[in-house]
Nanobody, 121 residues
Framework: QVQLVESGGGLVQAGGSLRLSCAASGSIFSIDAMGWYRQVPGKQRELVAGITSGGRTNYADSVKGRFTISRDNAKNTVDLQMNSLKPEDTAVYYC???????????????WGQGTQVTVSS
């Protein structure tokens, strides 16, 4: 069983910063990709930032230049540094990993429980 534990959400004023962290544990052979998604009520969950095992990153246009994703492959952790936060960044943020249980096995997705980020104007 794979578990993701998130931390770092909270309330911050516009222009401020927050850092989200996610640690994966359990029967993981390898992690192909890690990422952060966010969701607001009534809208679909959207990708905020992703990072591959090789360190290649991608970002939603709305956060480029403000957010930075990073991962520690040895610790199975992924962080999201969020700077210059805006009220429209307010959402529940979810950690996601695509992992494998063995060398020749297929990939599975796991999700964290979500952490609330609220940016006040």
């Amino acid at each position: 069983q794979v578990q993701l534990v998130e931390s770092g959400g909270g309330l911050v004023q516009a222009g401020g910063s927050l850092r989200l962290s996610c640690a994966a544990s359990g029967s993981i052979f390898s992690i192909d990709a890690m990422g952060w998604y966010r969701q607001v009520p009534g809208k679909q969950r959207e990708l905020v930032a992703g990072i591959t095992s090789g360190g290649r990153t991608n970002y939603a246009d709305s956060v480029k230049g403000r957010f930075t994703i990073s991962r520690d492959n040895a610790k199975n952790t992924v962080d999201l540094q969020m700077n210059s936060l805006k009220p429209e960044d307010t959402a529940v943020y979810y950690c996601n990993i695509r992992y494998r249980l063995g060398l020749l096995q297929g990939a599975y997705d796991a999700w964290g429980q979500g952490t609330q980020v609220t940016v006040s104007s």
